[in-house]
């Protein structure tokens, strides 16, 4: 600005040339206001008291002590325990299984008894031509519940027509010792594989069927039978596929929020 110049000369107290110490000094002595800047000495040389650096040598020179001795102030000999064994800890213990839908859960258990009957269904659930018939599309496993868990609990022999081939041979009763949760595993697991696409049975269904095959008497059951008595769906409430279920106890767990 073109007046900066007239601007200094009216505030002198802020042209750098002046020596703010030596212009107080000009100030008389006897004035107050001196004597309260006379304790301010050069900029940035404010006494500091002598007691705070008394005080600050002696905290060095015990901190420095202290420290010299190897740190027993700030040692944890006191807070560690020496042959202290960590218990185990309950969280860890109980491994926590996050539910599964009950369709997988049957899948999972019966993929695994599956292997019992691999030998001669195959893997592919395609059986053997001529002698061990075909489990994927055939109508005994995708049909009524009640006579596939005949066959699976009984074993079955004799004449039988498995998509639409006859075959005359017997199975035993591979599933004799299979409990409800076995059994409704085994016949969910073979009931959705492969193509095959029926309903699920429930462990619920399966004791069911235990007791009806129970009172049959045990021996190996036949087609011309099992068309005869057992042509029927298991009694049992039927379960969403989708409902979550604890792997664990096979309880429905309630679905979170
Ligand atoms: C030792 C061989 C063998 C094993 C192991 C076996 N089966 Fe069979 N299965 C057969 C034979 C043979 C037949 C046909 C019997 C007949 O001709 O009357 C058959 C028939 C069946 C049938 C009815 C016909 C069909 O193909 O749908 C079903 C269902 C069945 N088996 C399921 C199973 C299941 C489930 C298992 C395992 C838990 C199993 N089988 C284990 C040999 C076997």
Not at 34 to 42: A, C, L, P
Not at 49 to 69: D, H, R, T
Not at 160 to 176: E, L, S, W
Request: proline content about 6%.
């Amino acid at each position: 600005m073109a007046d900066s110049q007239s601007t200094n000369d009216l505030r002198p107290d802020l042209d750098e040339t002046i020596n703010v110490s030596e212009a107080h000094g000009a100030i008389k002595d006897s004035s107050p206001a001196v004597g309260r800047e006379k304790s301010v000495r050069e900029n940035g040389m404010e006494a500091v008291s002598l007691w705070l650096i008394l005080v600050s040598g002696i905290v060095v020179l015990v901190g420095g002590a202290v420290l010299g001795q190897g740190g027993s102030f700030f040692g944890y000999d006191e807070l560690t325990k020496t042959d202290h064994v960590r218990g185990k800890s309950p969280v860890e213990e109980e491994t926590i299984i996050p539910p599964i839908s009950v369709l997988a859960l049957l899948q999972k258990e019966g993929q695994k008894l599956y292997s019992a009957c691999a030998s001669c269904h195959q893997a592919s659930g395609a059986g053997q031509s001529g002698v061990y018939p075909p489990l994927a599309g055939s109508e005994w496993v995708t049909g009524n519940t009640e006579q596939l868990a005949m066959i699976i609990h009984n074993g079955v022999g004799g004449p039988i027509k498995v998509a639409g081939v006859d075959y005359n041979n017997n199975m035993g009763a591979i599933g004799a010792n299979f409990g409800p949760k076995e059994l409704a595993s085994i016949m969910t697991f073979i009931r959705t594989s492969w193509g095959n696409d029926a309903s699920l049975v429930t462990p619920e269904m399966a004791e069911n069927a235990l007791a009806i095959s129970k009172k049959r008497g045990g021996k190996p059951t036949t087609a011309e039978e099992l068309q005869k008595n057992h042509d029927k769906m298991l009694p049992g409430d039927t379960l969403d596929p989708d409902t979550l279920f604890d792997p664990e106890t096979w309880e429905p767990v309630p679905a979170a929020e």
